[in-house]
């Protein structure tokens, strides 16, 4: 398999995998024309997709789904209770595109399985992926409030893992949010910190040289430097060394990371 984080991030997120066979793109959070030009950026295309999988039905994950669906007659698997949601924000799209995707489930796009498993976040009912294929598996694990021992589990034994790291607590609470805001990000149902998302990767990580990329970063409480420095320090402090146990990567919301094939030796 072989991947690109096409943007991830409070503006838009949007994440694209292949197979041997089957090519799929998790999210569009971004135009439709933005995504097709990420896309072209990694050696993709828009015109050769499988499918769109959804996470869940917020914005900076749907805002391209219909002009996409509709242009490439794209097949939208989510599960029904975002459908419901999905309705009222993707405009039209067929019926025979309209596909359910149940947390749990696992389909097969040609020679890769997307499993997808629930998780804690405010919409409907948000889910995060696991993608495999032959010996290979790489997770995808954004907008949650927490990890719960059954999403380590899950994601557990992945060659990469994008795992989201959200905010500083600090920079949280000085910043300028209304106070209603700080809390649902801090609770259960908002997302990680990136004192969180290091300390659940200890119990995670295998320290094989796993690549994590640090994930769906706040534009206004959080920092690249900051975000990777916070992570690596929690990660070094349990004994996985970055650059020896696992490699730290960035993302961006305007760039797509390079594509990364995994290759288990």
Excluded at 10 to 18: A, D, L, M, V, W
Excluded at 66 to 78: D, E, K
Excluded at 109 to 130: L, N
Aim: charged letters at 25%; a negative charge.
């Amino acid at each position: 398999m072989k991947f690109s984080v096409l943007a991830s991030g409070s503006t838009g997120n949007s994440f694209y995998i292949e197979g041997k066979s089957g090519k799929v793109l998790v999210d569009a959070g971004l135009s439709g024309k933005q995504i097709e030009k990420l896309l072209t950026e990694v050696g993709a295309n828009a015109s050769e997709l499988d499918a769109i999988l959804i996470t869940h039905e917020h914005s900076d994950h749907i805002k391209g789904v219909g002009v996409l669906a509709r242009r490439y007659q794209l097949p939208v698997y989510a599960n029904a209770k975002t459908w419901e949601q999905l309705d009222r924000q993707l405009g039209t799209i067929a019926e025979d595109q309209r596909k359910i995707m149940e947390a749990g489930e696992t389909i097969d796009f040609g020679t890769m399985k997307a499993e997808s498993y629930g998780t804690s976040h405010d919409a409907a009912e948000p889910m995060g992926f696991c993608f495999h294929e032959e010996d290979a598996k790489v997770s995808l694990t954004t907008d949650l409030g927490y990890v719960s021992q059954r999403i380590k589990d899950t994601v557990r034994g992945s060659d990469a893992y994008i795992f989201e790291s959200n905010h500083d607590v600090e920079m949280l609470r000085m910043g300028s949010y209304p106070w209603n805001t700080k809390r649902r990000i801090l609770s259960d149902v908002g997302h990680l910190s990136n004192d969180t998302a290091g300390e659940a990767l200890t119990e995670i990580l295998e320290g094989r040289g796993e690549t994590v990329y640090l994930a769906h970063l706040s534009k206004e409480n959080n920092m690249t430097e900051l975000a990777r420095l916070t992570v690596k320090n929690i990660l070094e402090e349990s004994g996985l060394q970055d650059g020896t146990h696992v490699q730290l990567k960035d993302t961006s919301p305007i760039r797509p990371t390079a594509m990364q094939e995994i290759i288990r030796k």
